[in-house]
Protein backbone atom coordinates (compact mmCIF):
# COMPACT_ATOMS: atom_id res chain seq x y z
CA UNK A 1 0.00 0.00 0.00
CA UNK A 2 1.68 2.75 -1.26
CA UNK A 3 -0.45 5.03 1.39
CA UNK A 4 1.05 3.50 4.32
CA UNK A 5 4.42 3.58 3.02
CA UNK A 6 4.42 7.43 2.98
CA UNK A 7 2.48 7.64 6.44
CA UNK A 8 5.19 5.34 7.92
CA UNK A 9 7.53 7.55 6.11
CA UNK A 10 6.30 10.65 7.15
CA UNK A 11 6.02 9.48 10.58
CA UNK A 12 9.67 8.38 10.69
CA UNK A 13 10.89 11.38 9.28
CA UNK A 14 9.16 14.09 11.35
CA UNK A 15 9.99 12.16 14.43
CA UNK A 16 13.68 11.84 13.50
CA UNK A 17 13.64 15.58 13.14
CA UNK A 18 11.53 16.76 16.42
CA UNK A 19 14.21 14.25 18.27
CA UNK A 20 17.13 16.06 16.66
CA UNK A 21 15.82 19.60 17.38
CA UNK A 22 15.47 17.60 21.09
CA UNK A 23 18.68 16.97 21.37
CA UNK A 24 20.17 20.61 20.18
CA UNK A 25 17.82 22.18 23.07
CA UNK A 26 19.19 19.73 25.33
CA UNK A 27 22.27 20.27 24.51
CA UNK A 28 21.47 25.03 24.51
CA UNK A 29 19.95 23.82 28.15
CA UNK A 30 23.17 22.27 29.61
CA UNK A 31 25.14 25.01 28.02
CA UNK A 32 23.34 27.41 29.71
CA UNK A 33 23.30 25.32 32.80
CA UNK A 34 26.92 25.52 32.84
CA UNK A 35 27.52 29.31 31.93
CA UNK A 36 24.95 30.05 34.77
CA UNK A 37 27.01 28.21 37.23
CA UNK A 38 30.04 29.55 36.21
CA UNK A 39 28.33 33.34 36.72
CA UNK A 40 27.32 32.30 39.65
CA UNK A 41 30.72 31.19 40.50
CA UNK A 42 32.96 33.74 38.80
CA UNK A 43 30.61 36.75 39.36
CA UNK A 44 28.85 36.24 42.11
CA UNK A 45 25.51 36.55 40.27
CA UNK A 46 23.10 33.90 38.73
CA UNK A 47 21.97 34.12 34.95
CA UNK A 48 18.41 35.60 35.68
CA UNK A 49 15.25 33.22 34.11
CA UNK A 50 17.55 30.45 33.95
CA UNK A 51 15.28 28.41 36.40
CA UNK A 52 11.69 28.98 34.36
CA UNK A 53 13.80 28.44 30.86
CA UNK A 54 15.09 24.68 32.34
CA UNK A 55 11.67 23.79 34.01
CA UNK A 56 9.65 24.47 30.26
CA UNK A 57 12.12 23.13 28.67
CA UNK A 58 12.12 19.11 30.42
CA UNK A 59 8.57 19.03 29.38
CA UNK A 60 9.03 19.99 26.24
CA UNK A 61 12.37 18.43 25.37
CA UNK A 62 10.27 15.02 26.73
CA UNK A 63 7.89 15.55 24.16
CA UNK A 64 9.84 16.33 21.22
CA UNK A 65 11.16 12.88 21.49
CA UNK A 66 8.56 11.09 22.47
CA UNK A 67 7.35 10.39 18.57
CA UNK A 68 11.05 8.83 18.30
CA UNK A 69 10.81 6.81 21.48
CA UNK A 70 7.96 4.88 20.31
CA UNK A 71 9.22 4.17 16.42
CA UNK A 72 12.29 3.32 17.99
CA UNK A 73 10.69 0.66 20.06
CA UNK A 74 12.97 2.56 23.17
CA UNK A 75 9.65 2.60 25.49
CA UNK A 76 9.28 0.81 28.49
CA UNK A 77 8.91 -2.58 27.48
CA UNK A 78 8.70 -6.20 29.32
CA UNK A 79 8.73 -8.97 26.36
CA UNK A 80 9.82 -11.67 28.22
CA UNK A 81 6.46 -13.23 28.28
CA UNK A 82 5.43 -12.18 24.85
CA UNK A 83 8.13 -13.38 23.30
CA UNK A 84 7.22 -17.52 24.59
CA UNK A 85 3.63 -16.82 23.10
CA UNK A 86 2.20 -18.15 19.50
CA UNK A 87 2.61 -15.14 17.46
CA UNK A 88 -0.75 -14.51 17.08
CA UNK A 89 -1.43 -14.03 20.47
CA UNK A 90 1.44 -11.69 20.33
CA UNK A 91 -0.02 -9.79 17.61
CA UNK A 92 -3.36 -9.18 19.83
CA UNK A 93 -1.35 -8.10 22.89
CA UNK A 94 1.11 -5.70 21.08
CA UNK A 95 -2.65 -4.24 19.27
CA UNK A 96 -4.11 -4.16 22.72
CA UNK A 97 -1.11 -2.39 24.40
CA UNK A 98 -0.49 0.06 21.26
CA UNK A 99 -4.87 0.98 21.57
CA UNK A 100 -3.69 1.51 25.10
CA UNK A 101 -0.73 4.19 24.51
CA UNK A 102 -2.65 5.83 21.75
CA UNK A 103 -5.82 6.06 24.09
CA UNK A 104 -3.50 7.86 26.58
CA UNK A 105 -2.14 10.16 24.29
CA UNK A 106 -5.40 10.93 23.03
CA UNK A 107 -6.54 11.66 26.65
CA UNK A 108 -3.89 14.08 27.09
CA UNK A 109 -3.98 15.71 23.74
CA UNK A 110 -7.89 16.50 24.33
CA UNK A 111 -7.04 18.16 27.92
CA UNK A 112 -4.05 19.83 26.56
CA UNK A 113 -6.42 21.81 23.87
CA UNK A 114 -8.30 24.29 25.86
CA UNK A 115 -5.36 25.21 28.18
CA UNK A 116 -3.32 25.89 24.77
CA UNK A 117 -5.74 27.93 23.36
CA UNK A 118 -6.46 29.66 26.79
CA UNK A 119 -2.54 30.21 26.98
CA UNK A 120 -2.49 31.71 23.79
CA UNK A 121 -5.26 34.15 24.25
CA UNK A 122 -4.24 35.39 27.44
CA UNK A 123 -0.83 35.61 27.05
CA UNK A 124 -0.08 33.18 30.23
CA UNK A 125 3.31 32.94 31.68
CA UNK A 126 5.06 31.25 33.97
CA UNK A 127 7.47 32.48 36.29
CA UNK A 128 7.85 35.16 38.85
CA UNK A 129 10.75 37.65 39.04
CA UNK A 130 13.83 38.32 36.08
CA UNK A 131 11.91 35.86 33.30
CA UNK A 132 8.30 35.29 32.87
CA UNK A 133 8.12 32.11 30.37
CA UNK A 134 4.78 32.06 28.24
CA UNK A 135 3.26 28.71 28.68
CA UNK A 136 1.38 28.54 25.25
CA UNK A 137 5.00 27.10 23.59
CA UNK A 138 4.92 24.22 25.96
CA UNK A 139 1.38 23.47 25.56
CA UNK A 140 1.82 23.52 22.07
CA UNK A 141 4.59 21.14 21.89
CA UNK A 142 2.91 18.84 24.47
CA UNK A 143 -0.25 18.68 22.29
CA UNK A 144 1.84 17.89 19.03
CA UNK A 145 3.99 15.49 20.30
CA UNK A 146 1.13 13.78 21.66
CA UNK A 147 -0.48 13.92 18.10
CA UNK A 148 2.43 12.61 16.87
CA UNK A 149 2.52 9.59 19.46
CA UNK A 150 -0.70 9.28 18.79
CA UNK A 151 0.07 8.51 15.32
CA UNK A 152 3.16 6.49 15.63
CA UNK A 153 1.17 4.04 17.87
CA UNK A 154 -0.87 3.41 15.01
CA UNK A 155 1.69 3.10 12.73
CA UNK A 156 3.13 0.48 14.94
CA UNK A 157 0.38 -1.32 14.94
CA UNK A 158 -0.21 -1.05 11.68
CA UNK A 159 3.61 -2.80 11.02
CA UNK A 160 3.39 -5.40 14.18
CA UNK A 161 -0.47 -6.06 14.27
CA UNK A 162 -1.63 -6.29 10.66
CA UNK A 163 1.96 -6.91 9.16
CA UNK A 164 2.97 -10.10 7.32
CA UNK A 165 2.58 -13.37 9.07
CA UNK A 166 5.96 -14.76 8.80
CA UNK A 167 7.70 -11.67 10.55
CA UNK A 168 7.68 -11.83 14.13
CA UNK A 169 7.01 -8.56 16.04
CA UNK A 170 10.57 -8.21 17.78
CA UNK A 171 12.05 -8.18 14.17
CA UNK A 172 10.40 -5.21 12.91
CA UNK A 173 12.40 -2.26 11.90
CA UNK A 174 12.92 0.82 13.80
CA UNK A 175 13.25 4.01 11.67
Same mark, same amino acid.
Given at each position: ?8 R? #?? *?? #????? &??A????L ?8 D? $?? @? @?V ?19 V?? *? ?5 ? #? ?8 L ?7 ? *????? !??G??L ?5 L????G ?9 N? !? ?8 R ?5 T???V??? #?A?? &?????? $? ?8 E ?9 P
Amino acid at each position: MPVLRYVIRF #SD *QL #SKVMM &ILAAVWALGLSVLIVADI $AA @N @NVVGRAIPGVRELVISSIVMIVYL *QLGYAIR #SRSMLCSDTLLLALPVTL *QRLLL !GIGYLLGAAFFLMIMRGTIDPTVYAWNT !GEFWGEGALRVPVWPTRLVVLFG #SALA &ILNYVV $AALIDVLGPEDRPPEAAEAP
